[in-house]
């Protein structure tokens, strides 16, 4: 059997599973312990934990809620926007080739967290491991997790650091 260097592996085994949603539990935390990169008035970015790939990030609302239909015509744009830019900060700081750009809506579609929708970015490298397969191979992870953290921080210098209180209405 193959040793493999997979520390946040190690977390997973040697944590208890954090109870509560993981994106709702980032905004009330310390941003970096629980990589959030930061936010905007309605959408959060974070690091994925337990990553495809180094700098797998996550782009969701702020607001705990699967109902993507659902969602007000502001909210979603922010979100779409928020994407958008996460896309271009990650391209800035890591300059992968390509990336894959999914949502997995309902556990039988693969979500881990089904009733806080968001989106995946994974960035890709040519010839790097295949998207679903690499969660133990020693190729996918370079960098530990905080270090990719604080090397993607600069480029996301357009999020708040911190999760600000919702805007109270006009
Ligand atoms: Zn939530």
Request: with cysteine.
């Amino acid at each position: 059997m193959q040793v493999v260097w997979a520390p946040w592996r190690m977390e997973y085994v040697g944590q208890k599973v954090e109870r509560g949603c993981i994106f709702c539990g980032a905004l009330a935390g310390d941003p970096r312990e629980r990589l959030l990169l930061g936010t905007t008035e309605k959408t959060l970015v974070m690091l994925n934990r337990y990553p495809y790939q180094n700098g797998h990030l996550m782009v969701a609302p702020r607001r705990h809620t699967a109902d993507l239909p659902g969602l007000p015509p502001d909210e979603h744009a922010d979100l779409a926007d928020t994407l958008r830019r996460a896309l271009a900060s990650l391209a800035e700081a890591f300059g992968p080739e390509g990336f894959n750009v999914g949502m997995n809506l309902g556990a039988c579609a693969g979500a881990g967290v089904v009733d806080h929708l968001h989106w995946h970015i994974v960035p890709r490298w040519s010839g790097d491991t295949n998207f679903m397969p690499v969660v133990a191979d020693v190729r996918v992870m370079p960098q530990h997790l905080v270090a990719t953290y604080e090397r993607l921080r600069p480029a996301f210098a357009w999020l708040e650091p911190h999760a600000r209180a919702p805007r109270a209405p006009a």
